[in-house]
Each structure stands twice: as structure tokens, then as C-alpha cells.
Nanobody, 124 residues
Framework: QVQLVESGGGLVQAGGSLRLSCAAS????????MGWFRQAPGKEREFVGL????????AYADSVRGRFTISRDNAKNTVSLRMNSLRPEDTAVYYC?????????????????WGQGTQVTVSS
């Protein structure tokens, strides 16, 4: 079955950096666009960014553009989210997700597979 497993979350001070990774199995990874989403307590899950199947194209939410970078390694079935200049408002559970249609959608409903999430906490 399809599994997406995130890792790399933790506690960091404002201004610091973290790198999240997502390891995928049970799917033809190179055929999927991959997205990152986050959900803060009491808030709806929101789009963070995505990378198309080839890795050539990315898109980001306005709130993270210029601070976060998504990359992927199709040979290793992994996708990463590099987060710089972290802010307290970036505190959330971060999820990776796979979109088989590969449309590059920011809508969570377009992603069929999800990881369990990893907590990121940014202290002020």
C-alpha cells in the first residue's frame, strides 16, 4: 500500500531553519506531483507548496515564498521541504501528500495520499 512518512520536524527558534523529508513507497513516485500542507491548532489545513513530478516546477503559498524550498529525488522516492527564516506563525503539523493527477493543485482535496504529519514548533 502507499505510504508517505514525514520526518525532520522539531522545535526551533524564530529565524532558524529546518528541513523536512517525506519518504514515499508503494507508488510510482516519479508520476506524482507532491505537495506540502500544514495545519495549526484550531485552523484549517493550508497549502504550503508543491513540486511537479519532474521536479522542474514548484509553486508556493504567498506566506512562505522566498523562505521555503521544495525539492525531490525521484531516484530515492523522497521529497523535501527546506524552511528558512522560520516564524512563530509557521508552527503547525506539516504533511506531505501525493497527487496522482499531477495537476499542480493547491487544493488538499486533489491529493489522494497523505503522510501522518510531523510537528514543527517555532518559538519566539
Amino acid at each position: 500500500q502507499v505510504q508517505l512518512v514525514e520526518s525532520g520536524g522539531g522545535l526551533v527558534q524564530a529565524g532558524g531553519s529546518l528541513r523536512l523529508s517525506c519518504a514515499a513507497s508503494g507508488l510510482t513516485f516519479s508520476s506524482y506531483a507532491m505537495g506540502w500542507f500544514r495545519q495549526a491548532p484550531g485552523k484549517e489545513r493550508e497549502f504550503v507548496g508543491l513540486i511537479m513530478s519532474s521536479g522542474w516546477s514548484t509553486a508556493y503559498a504567498d506566506s512562505v515564498r522566498g523562505r521555503f524550498t521544495i525539492s525531490r529525488d525521484n531516484a530515492k522516492n523522497t521529497v523535501s521541504l527546506r524552511m528558512n527564516s522560520l516564524r512563530p506563525e509557521d508552527t503547525a503539523v506539516y504533511y506531505c501528500a501525493a497527487d496522482r493527477m499531477g495537476s499542480g493543485s493547491p487544493k488538499s482535496s486533489d491529493y489522494g495520499y497523505w503522510g501522518q504529519g510531523t510537528q514543527v514548533t517555532v518559538s519566539s
